[in-house]
C-alpha cells in the first residue's frame, strides 16, 4: 500500500477538526490519533 506524506498541520487543515486520541491517558507522543469527519451520507477517517 503507498503512502501519502502529511504534515499535522495538513491533516488539521484538511480534517478540520482535531484528532480523537485512542488512549486518553497516554502522552501523544506515545498515542495514536484519528481524524474523523462526517457531512451528510459521508464519512471519512
Known amino acids: 500500500m ?3 506524506p502529511a ?3 495538513d491533516l488539521l487543515t484538511f480534517f478540520e477538526c ?3 486520541l485512542r ?6 507522543v506515545y498515542n ?3 481524524y ?3 457531512l ?3 464519512s471519512l477517517s
Open 2 to 4: 503507498n503512502k501519502i
Open 7 to 9: 504534515e499535522e498541520l
Open 18 to 20: 482535531e484528532p480523537k
Open 23 to 28: 488512549d486518553e491517558d497516554v502522552p501523544w
Open 32 to 34: 495514536d490519533a484519528a
Open 36 to 38: 474523523e469527519f462526517s
Open 40 to 42: 451528510n451520507e459521508i
